[in-house]
């Protein structure tokens, strides 16, 4: 069965540092999304992309942050210059019909 | 913004018993999923439901879309101990986008 993957699975990061988070999403899938996952929290919303643009992004979502589809199976997350409440799980997911299907997460702790 | 509170937030019970959730919003949602969360994992999809009132079963699980658009709930029958984990439900507000708006979480514990 066809899955969402993302590397690495554990990033450390040192506070001002850039990071690049990796996703593959599904082959067939035309939208994708940034979900980030505070330790003991819910899943928060970050940015959806379509059609090789930003549709959607949330507060959370700021001017440190970046995503972009480098070629045709990648789907990358940067944040340029990192701050300590950075540290989440970072969460991608596609979607071609209306269900969005999850990778497992990269783990970004920022010391 | 929109949020979904989630009840109960913990759950104790005994292997082979039955679990009832619900998600509630003071917004609507025109669709309903629920997830299962296992630490340090992404959330699995198990049920999407898309149309007020509908009810819809996968195996041992049971969700509903609530009438009024604002809630959603999700039964599990005859609890396994691979049941254990949290349980999300999402929503979708839009059309479109379809960004998902995450409830708060039940966590599943099965008592030996």
């Known amino acids: 069965e066809p899955e969402v993957t993302q590397t690495p699975s554990h990033q450390v990061t040192q506070m001002g540092q850039e990071v690049i988070l990796r996703c593959v999403p599904i082959?067939?899938?035309?939208?994708f999304y940034w979900y980030r996952q505070i330790l003991g929290q819910k899943v928060e919303f970050l940015v959806s992309?379509?059609?090789?643009?930003?549709?959607?992004k949330s507060e959370i979502f700021d001017d440190q942050f970046s995503v972009e589809r480098p070629d045709g199976s990648n789907f990358t997350l940067k944040i340029r210059s990192t701050k300590l409440e950075d540290s989440a799980m970072y969460f991608c997911?596609?979607?071609?019909?209306?269900?969005?299907?999850f990778g497992p997460g990269t783990r970004l702790t920022v010391t | 913004g929109q949020q979904l509170n989630q009840s109960p937030q913990s759950m104790f019970i005994q292997e082979g018993e039955d679990v009832s959730m619900n998600c509630t919003s003071s917004?609507?949602?025109?669709?309903w999923l629920w997830y299962k969360q296992d630490p340090g994992e992404g959330p699995v999809l198990l049920i999407a439901?898309?149309?007020?009132?509908e009810l819809t079963s996968n195996g041992r699980l049971t969700a509903q879309f609530g009438i009024t658009r604002k809630d959603s709930f999700l039964n599990i029958s005859a609890s396994i101990p691979s049941d254990v984990g949290i349980y999300f439900c999402?929503?979708?507000?839009?059309?479109?986008?379809?960004?998902?708006?995450f409830g708060t979480g039940t966590r599943l514990t099965i008592i030996p």
């Open positions: 997911a596609s979607r071609g019909g209306s269900e969005q299907y």
């Open positions: 082959s067939n899938h035309l939208y």
């Open positions: 992309f379509y059609n090789n643009e930003i549709s959607e």
């Open positions: 917004s609507i949602f025109n669709t």
């Open positions: 439901l898309y149309k007020a009132g």
């Open positions: 999402a929503g979708v507000a839009n059309f479109g986008n379809e960004k998902l708006t």
